[in-house]
Nanobody
């Protein structure tokens, strides 16, 4: 079992930055593909970014490429999502996932002036 807890969400103005963190407990993440997804109001949950823990290779949705960066911290067993140049359309609940089976509860990100 893996338990995931997201943190770092909040309200930010357009053009601002936030850093989300996903803390894992119950098992190390070294065997998982870690991902961030988001669900905007009234819409389906969508892929944002993923990272392969062992290689560090990262992939991004076109909508966030160049603005978001996913990273992992072996010592802390966390996966972070640095979000820069935020736009109102980035407003959503952001979820962390380990593989296909484990999900966090989500953290709200609101981009508004």
């Amino acid at each position: 079992q893996v338990q995931l807890v997201e943190s770092g969400g909040g309200l930010v103005q357009p053009g601002g930055s936030l850093r989300l963190s996903c803390a894992a407990s119950g098992r190390t993440l070294s065997s998982y593909v870690m991902g961030w997804f988001r669900r905007a109001p009234g819409k389906e949950r969508k892929f944002v970014a993923r990272i392969y823990w062992n290689s560090g290779n990262a992939y991004y949705a076109d909508s966030v490429k160049g603005r978001f960066t996913i990273s992992r911290n072996n010592a802390k067993n966390t996966v972070d999502l640095q979000m820069n140049s935020l736009k109102p359309e980035d407003t959503a609940v952001y979820y962390c996932a380990a593989g296909d089976n484990y999900w966090g509860q989500g953290t709200q990100v609101t981009v508004s002036s």
